[in-house]
């Protein structure tokens, strides 16, 4: 405290007991004073216990006193005000000194009316404190000398009491305060604590500007306070340290607890609803050996019913009735950490890691791996120690990690675990969800109260603080509770009674009787209590901001919104001009219990707890539309730090202006708000460690609404959805399902779509695999999607792509200069790459969130379709995936491979969708490929099988039966369409034969499991073919519960080929080769129908059912139409025209129509009703028999594939194709569509490893995608055969098998122009330097042609027939005196410029050619065939002067595949199949060193121009980089990351990179050459088959297999250690120490070489080639071809 010389003002209190106030009253009147103005402003309120006199609102007796816009009316008012209290203060005062006199009234009583507010906050902070008095108390007591002497001075009465209008020191105020300073003060404080300090008086009061003395106390006060407090406050906090504890899941477990104590005050009744749930956690709090399993049980009601208060009470009664048990309780959303589902099931994993004794360092951090580790704990629940888990409000969690999705839930409880969940039913769909995810568990209404029990309620509340209502007033009550008596009603009707006073009449209109009504009474009531404008600003920010609002940010919006500052400070002058903190916290506190504190984006923020009154609140605050564009661009401004650091400016009105004096209206202050960066700069060198990097993640999450809400669009564009910083930064903080969350949230809000924000989101959404992947590539995609839109009509796009390629360039190696990668658009939603096979199978989840694929690269895949993110890769299989099936609730994925031809040894393997954790093994499979059916209510999954092997063993001997169904085929002949009584009666007796022959309630053994996935369960297969055990096929029936064989079914005597279940789960059809088909009862599981075509018919191989399950589709010999209650044929269905086998069947959803896709890719169309053909689409290709078609949700349209790399759509009204979607590469293998809620889509799967997602929703706008995928019609339409930059580098030139040539810009990639040519790809061109390089030949594929090609204009000058057959590689020697063509009929001819003939070879046996300097040629035969020449085993050296083979180089066992020359031509390096590299020393043509170390054939090679440098690429999918420059040859590097044999390489950037690529994959690897480090993978969506570089220009053109030809910057990434390269040169050393030899002229150097070895390795004659030793390898090698050197066939 500070005590000095003033002992201050001295109220009387505004709340007086009754007895005192009528003891004052009657002395009062007993000395003949007047009572009237004590009566006129104190009444009595009876409604508090015990009664008080209350102080009257001074505005309710003097309208005018809070009305400064009457000035005369508001002057006199306030007048009044001060001589009525002057009147009372004197009359209380004179009372309460009578009454203490005559002992009538006790001290403290009577002091209450003498003493001042410091005097009364020094009672109770310091006098009345009994523990830690000298560490939380401190006194201050200065004395003024020579103050009393000069009480005429105007500052005296601010330091000294003086009386009212005298200048007269108040000694009763003087006395009081002696006491209190220097008498209780000393006896209270020790001396350590209390500091005195004295002064002398001035003429000036304290003047610390003027008096020497004055400064240095007000300076050394300053400093003893200052380290006084500190220290304290250290104290204090390292004795809190000491004795709270800091244990996080202790505080939270004591709030949740604090929380249902509070909760539980005034329960009452409820009996009706507490009951089943007693019911429910007795029977589990009941210690149990047996394996009984069990579900949650569900709580459900309307907002405001009291779910949480039934929630509380059941938490209390069960700790006291069952304190044996664990008991784990949270109310969500009401702490920090409660309202995000990760941090819930950590925190409870965290609470039974401790109650169980478990280790708490394995809880995992992932979510999935937390989901899958929370359900394992719950399972291992020891039953001696029951666990009662309750989790209330579902509803209030955050909705990400898909939390109402309720996956996360448990569906498996042991008989001692329970859990009670509770939501709202309609919020975020929490009801729907949970009963998808638990259908058969208990579900218990909330439902409002009964009258009395709510009305003993809101008694009991009003008791708690010592009030009550009048009769009248409860009166009120009960007529309002009668027409709505839900709990959170009665809490806000007490809230208004509590405040009513006995003097009130109230009435009905005093109390609303809706929730929503009695909200805004609340509000009205904060209004009024705390200022409209102030109440209503901040509950708007509140309610308009999506996630809740930080109380710093609250304060620090309030403090820049000029309306609420105008309205607080209009009668006076702030010293710093933001909203005083108190002012919230008053209108907190009104309101505490409505509100509730989360965590979101690593702050805590304030939200609503109801929903009534977001609702309320956004109508009453929110309802215009200007406001809410007002609101939300502060918010935005704020977020944007737009006034940090700076000052805001703001207007003065005019009566301010007048008032305080001031010069102008215009006024500007700085409001104190933070800076908003998109990453917080953190100290020291912590900035440098990506894991500390601390992202403005409420920025990031809350600046694209508010700028959409404000209709800144603009704005939105230039700072968000335009930025590139903006989106990478978004993208590395959150995810790729946050960043493009914010886009979808832009166009559902926008009232007019977005032409560049849609462009955007299409292209981040196309690429959101790739993207999230590696950030980068966000760089590379948007410039890769959008350049070409980029324009003067797009500026704020044509600004990201700068921004995008700027930041590409200094951080991508490789970055396109064009639009050339997959074009978003409307019907391309996503392209999902990860698999490194043929993608095979695909499955959707039922509410179109997830996808699964399986591939034959053995793995099963699950994505999230939003976002195209992949969340989990499913390894366990050991063969091709494909067989796909999800549960109806979403939970678990189904996958196995047997139904692929060779397929047999994987398992069904059971996985968690959410988590991807393996579940379970389905054990017993043991032959056939009937596909997986599983029961809508996610009990069983089935599948038709022969029983052989170890299945055969689990199962009871099979009972013989009478006869088999073929037997009976011959003894019976049935009439096509009628049966008569005979034929029915046999067909009876024969189904009552057949369900006599099935074992029902046998023990089945369980298949021994052990541990080896790979075996296969009918390995054991039986010898004894004259068994009729040989011939068992039944259908197995899996619990998916425990993965063990429930039931099987047995009946079929042939392979059983297809199964379907109906939506009820009740029955299931199987068809089989045995030529029937089978209705079993799935409570039975028996036979209950055979169903048989009446002449005996074929297979019944294809089954759908009709949407009412009451009609079957079946394919035998005939396409029949089946009533499943009868069996009988409605329908025979036939195409008239065109017969062949059904691959699949759909029935409309509507049960109209039926559409057949054939193995032969058409697509056939049948009325239901009639059973007549209508009309059929033929597909192209009759060989690929994958045809799929699926209906639309309206009918209107079919989705199908026929057989090719297209989509197709079927407008079932026209009967024609209206549309074709194309985009994949090769053949699309799998097909599936989404109908259910929300946007339709399609999902393709295909063999060139690529997943699309397709957008169904408008399918009556679309045209035709012939020419859109590809960009228009730029691009090649088919594989690009040859790409090759121009000498002069200015343009590229690319040949198709489409019949195109292209030439391009180099600069800029623009298409120049096409040339179509009649006779096939053109193909290479080889530019003359006798033309200048503007002319030149080529030889068109298969065609025994030469073409004279005018370059720079890109047209055929001549075109000469060639004398033999095609050219198939062509190469020109440096001077260009020769030319060397290799033809189809493997012809050798050496020509002189002219093409004059010096040499011809018939079975030369050369593929490729390398030309030397020295006018010396190599050549290899590159086949994968048996070569019994042996020439797939030498290099063959050619001298071009007379064609002759002057020498033939030995050294491979197996065939070599790539070769490779230096640049200073001395060695030649070879890689083959025998898995080594030979490095020749082309001076002697002897072996100079070997590269070992693949292990498989090396494909690929490559070297370095600078150095003696080679890198390799192999069969066992890696790279490796060998130093050659001695003959060691020494491995520097394998480079691992391709899942696929590397076909080409190339170095990069004068060797700074290395490129890699696979024809089986659809990237590029960049490697750094230096550190041996993959720097960046270049998603190409297809796969690169061909490509040039320029080296000079730092180009790098690539074409893929959809035709597309990208044209990529090579960037010198700068944050890469420079690498030193040496070049290659006479008289010097490389960087890996080959000395280099000298000479005037490296290609005459080379002729002499060669000619001087092979004189002496004697070969004049080519038949005597031999040279080199032979050497074996075990590793791999990646090949790349000189695009100068070396041309290949």
């Not at 929380?259 to 409820?270: A, D, E, L």
């Not at 218990?444 to 009258?451: R, S």
């Not at 690009?1280 to 990639?1309: A, C, F, N, P």
């Amino acid at each position: 405290t500070f005590l000095g010389q003033k002992y201050g003002y001295r109220p009387f209190p505004p709340k007086i007991l009754a007895t005192i106030f009528d003891k004052v009253i009657q002395l009062l009147k007993e000395h003949g004073k007047s009572t009237e103005t004590l009566d006129q402003w104190f009444l009595l309120d009876e409604n508090a216990s015990p009664s008080y006199y209350n102080l009257q609102p001074i505005s309710s007796i003097l309208k005018y006193y809070i009305d400064p816009s009457q000035a005369e009316l508001h002057k006199a008012d306030k007048a009044k005000w001060w001589d009525a209290f002057n009147e009372m203060q004197v009359l209380f005062r004179y009372a309460a000194k009578r009454l203490l006199e005559k002992q009538q009234l006790d001290k403290e009583d009577a002091m209450k009316f003498l003493i001042s507010v410091t005097h009364e906050e020094v009672i109770n902070g310091i006098l009345n404190v009994s523990k830690d008095i000298d560490h939380h108390c401190i006194g201050f007591v200065r004395k003024i000398s020579n103050l009393q002497g000069d009480l005429s001075n105007k500052k005296a009465p601010s330091f000294i009491d003086v009386e009212w209008g005298k200048a007269e020191v108040d000694s009763e105020a003087q006395d009081l305060l002696a006491e209190l300073r220097d008498v209780k003060l000393r006896e209270k404080l020790p001396a350590s604590r209390l500091f005195e300090s004295s002064i002398d008086w001035s003429e000036g009061g304290v003047d610390p500007e003027n008096i020497e003395a004055h400064s240095k106390y007000i300076d050394e006060f300053c400093h003893h306070f200052y380290t006084t407090m500190v220290g304290m406050i250290d104290e204090g906090v390292a004795k809190s340290l000491q004795s709270t504890s800091t244990d996080n899941l202790y505080q939270e477990v004591l709030s949740h607890l604090h929380f249902c104590v509070k909760q539980c005050k005034s329960f009452h009744g409820r009996r009706d609803i507490l009951q089943p749930i007693e019911d429910y956690i007795k029977c589990s709090s009941q210690p149990s050996d047996d394996h009984q399993e069990q579900l949650p049980l569900i709580i459900h009601g309307v907002s405001g019913s009291g779910k949480t208060s039934v929630m509380a009470k059941c938490t209390q009664w069960a700790s006291q009735s069952f304190p044996e048990c664990n008991i784990i309780v949270r109310f969500l959303g009401t702490t920090p950490n409660s309202s995000s589902i990760s941090k819930v099931i950590f925190s409870v994993c965290q609470q039974l890691c401790r109650l169980y004794g478990k280790d708490e360092s394995q809880i995992p951090e992932g979510y999935s791996q937390l989901v899958a580790y929370f359900s394992m704990q719950l399972l291992n629940i020891p039953a001696d120690k029951p666990l009662i888990l309750l989790l209330d409000s579902l509803d209030q969690l955050l909705p990400v990690d898909g939390a109402h999705r309720m996956q996360w839930i448990p569906n498996r409880l042991p008989a001692h675990v329970a859990i009670v969940l509770s939501t709202l039913p309609d919020e975020y769909d929490c009801l729907a969800a949970l009963k998808q995810v638990l259908p058969s568990a208990t579900y218990v209404e909330v439902t409002p109260l009964p009258l009395d029990v709510g009305m003993q309620i809101i008694d009991d509340w009003l008791s708690s603080i010592s009030r009550t209502v009048s009769q009248q007033q409860r009166q009120v009550i009960t007529t309002a509770a009668k027409e709505c008596s839900l709990p959170l009603y009665l809490k806000l009707a007490f809230d208004q009674a509590r405040r009513w006073y006995s003097y009130h009449t109230i009435s009905s209109a005093d109390l609303p009787t809706t929730i929503p009504t009695i909200i805004s009474l609340l509000f009205d009531k904060l209004e009024r209590q705390h200022g409209k404008m102030l109440v209503a600003r901040a509950l708007s920010y509140i309610t308009a901001s999506p996630s809740g609002v930080a109380e710093s940010e609250l304060e620090d919006l309030l403090s820049c919104d000029d309306v609420v500052l105008q309205d607080v400070y209009q009668y006076w002058l702030p010293p710093v001009r933001r909203i005083p903190p108190l002012l919230w916290t008053r209108i907190r506190s009104e309101i505490d219990e409505y509100l509730v504190e989360r965590e979101t984006d690593n702050n805590r923020v304030i939200y609503w707890y109801h929903r009534q009154f977001i609702e309320v609140a956004r109508a009453r605050y929110l309802g215009n539309d200007d406001i809410v564009q007002e609101i939300h661009s502060l918010c935005a401004d704020y977020y944007l730090g737009k006034w940090a650091n700076q000052e805001k400016p703001f207007q003065y009105t005019s009566k301010q202006v007048g008032m305080f004096k001031l010069d102008s209206e215009d006024g500007k202050a700085d409001r104190k708000v933070p800076s908003q960066p998109l990453i917080f700069e953190l100290e020291g060198d912590a900035q440098y460690h990506s894991n500390q990097i601390r992202y403005n993640l409420r920025k990031m999450n809350e600046l694209p609404y508010h700028l959409i809400k404000s209709g800144r669009i603009d704005e939105s564009k230039e700072y968000v959805y335009c930025s590139f910083d903006w989106l990478l930064t978004k993208l590395k903080a959150t995810s790729i399902q946050g960043l493009l969350a914010d886009f979808t949230m832009a166009l559902e809000q926008l009232p007019e779509e977005d032409d560049e924000i849609k462009l955007i989101y299409q292209a981040i959404r196309l690429s959101a695999s790739t993207v999230a992947t590696d950030p980068r590539n966000l760089a590379v995609e948007l410039v890769g999607q959008l350049s070409d839109q980029a324009s003067n009509d797009y500026p704020y796009l044509a600004k990201l792509i700068q921004q995008a390629a700027d930041y590409g360039a200094n951080n991508y190696p490789l970055m396109p200069i064009r639009s050339c990668l997959n074009a978003s658009g409307e019907t391309l939603l996503a392209t999902l790459e990860s698999h490194t096979e043929k993608v095979t199978a695909l499955a959707i989840s039922h509410n179109g969130l997830f996808l699964v694929s399986g591939s034959e690269d053995n793995t099963v895949k699950v994505w999230n379709i939003a976002s195209g993110n992949l969340m989990h890769t499913l390894t366990g299989h050991h063969e091709y995936v494909y067989g796909l099936k999800i549960t109806a609730d979403d939970r678990m994925i189904v996958s196995y491979t047997y139904i692929w031809e060779y397929g047999h040894k994987s398992p069904i393997i059971v996985w968690n969708l959410e988590s991807g954790d393996r579940l379970m093994t389905l054990r017993g499979h043991t032959k056939g490929d009937c596909p997986i059916a599983l029961t809508n209510n996610c009990k069983y999954a089935l599948s038709g099988c022969r029983v052989m092997g170890r299945l055969r063993k689990c199962l009871p001997p099979r009972k013989k039966s009478a006869k088999s169904d073929d037997e009976d085929e011959d003894e019976e002949e049935d009439d096509d369409d009628d049966d008569n009584s005979d034929t029915e009666r046999k067909r009876r007796a024969k189904e009552k034969s057949v369900d006599e022959n099935v074992i029902h309630g046998v023990v089945i053994h369980d298949i021994e499991d052990d541990g080896d996935d790979s075996a296969d369960d009918g390995e054991e297969v039986d010898s004894d073919d004259d068994d009729e055990n040989c011939n068992w096929y039944a259908v197995l029936v899996w619990s998916l519960e425990n993965g063990k064989i429930h039931r099987y079914m047995d009946g079929h005597t042939k392979e059983i080929c297809s199964i379907t279940v109906d939506s009820k789960s009740t029955f299931a059809v199987t068809g089989s080769r045995d030529k029937t088909a089978r209705v079993w009862d799935l409570n039975t599981f028996s036979c209950i129908r055979v169903i048989k075509e009446s002449n005996g018919g074929c297979p019944l191989l294809d089954l759908a059912l009709s949407p009412d399950d009451r009609k079957i589709f079946i394919e035998g010999l005939w396409l029949g139409l089946y009533d499943i209650e009868s069996g009988q044929r409605i329908h025979k269905m036939e195409d008239p025209e065109y017969s062949s086998s059904v691959y699949m069947t759909e029935i409309s959803p509507d049960g109209s129509l039926i559409a057949t896709s054939t193995v032969g890719n058409d697509v056939k169309f049948f009325d239901v009703a009639s059973g007549d053909f209508l009309f059929r689409i033929n597909g192209d290709d009759r060989n690929y028999r994958l045809g799929m078609a699926y209906f639309t949700e309206d009918c209107k349209y079919v989705i199908a594939s026929l057989g090719d790399n297209k989509l197709s759509i079927i407008d079932v009204e026209k009967r024609a194709i209206c549309s074709e979607f194309k985009g994949h590469t090769d053949k699309i293998h799998d097909l599936k569509i989404f109908r259910g809620r929300g946007k339709p889509f399609a999902v393709t799967a295909s063999s060139d490893e690529t997943i699309k997602v397709w957008n169904l929703s408008d399918l009556n706008s679309l045209k035709s995608q012939d020419d859109d995928d590809n960009g228009g019609t730029e691009y090649h339409t088919d594989y690009v055969t040859s790409v090759q930059v121009t000498h002069d580098q200015r343009y590229y030139i690319t040949s198709s098998k489409d019949g195109t040539t292209k030439k391009w810009d180099l600069s800029t990639g623009k298409l120049i122009k096409t040339l179509k040519v009649k006779h096939g790809p053109l193909g290479h061109i080889y530019e003359t330097k006798s033309s200048q390089y503007k002319r030149g030949y080529a030889f068109p594929s298969g065609k025994t042609l030469r073409f004279v090609v005018d370059v720079e204009n890109l047209e055929i000058i001549d075109t000469i027939r060639m004398p033999f057959r095609a050219v198939d590689c062509c190469d020109i020697s440096e001077d260009e005196r020769y030319i060397v063509t290799l033809s189809s009929d493997r012809t050798l001819t050496v020509y002189t410029s002219n093409f004059d003939t010096i040499a011809q070879h018939k079975h030369a046996y050369a593929t490729d050619i390398v030309f030397l300097k020295s006018n010396y040629f190599l050549t290899i035969f590159r086949v994968q065939m048996y070569d019994r020449s042996g020439s797939n085993k030498v290099i063959k050296v050619w001298q071009a002067s007379n064609g002759e083979c002057i020498a033939k180089l030995s050294g491979h066992e197996k065939n070599i595949w790539c070769i490779d020359v230096t640049e200073d031509e001395k060695y030649a390096v070879t890689g083959a199949w025998d898995k080594t590299l030979i490095v020749w020393e082309l001076s002697t043509f002897e072996i100079y060193g070997k590269m070992i170390g693949h292990t498989d054939t090396v494909k690929s090679l490559k070297l370095s121009k600078t150095q003696y440098l080679a890198a390799s690429g192999a069969s066992d999918n890696t790279v490796r980089l060998w130093d050659f420059s001695t003959r060691q040859c020494q491995l520097l590097y394998t480079l691992e990351g391709h899942t696929s044999t590397i076909n080409r390489l190339a170095f990069l950037m004068h060797d700074r990179y290395l490129m890699s690529i696979s024809w089986e994959e659809n990237q590029i690897k960049v490697w750094d050459v230096k550190q041996g480090q993959l720097i960046a993978d270049f998603f190409t969506h297809a796969k690169v088959n061909n490509f040039a570089i320029c080296e000079d220009k730092n180009m790098l053109i690539a074409s893929t297999a959809d035709g597309r030809v990208m044209p990529l910057r090579i960037n010198n990434l700068q944050y890469l250690q420079s690498q030193q390269v040496n070049t290659v040169q006479s008289g010097g050393n490389n960087q890996y120490g080959q000395p280099q030899q000298g000479g005037s002229n490296p290609a005459q150097q080379q002729q002499h070489a060669v000619q001087q070895a092979a004189t002496q390795q004697g070969y004049q004659n080519p038949a005597n080639a031999h040279a080199g030793q032979h050497l074996s390898a075990h590793h791999t090698a990646v090949e790349v071809q000189s695009l100068n050197a070396t041309s290949t066939c």
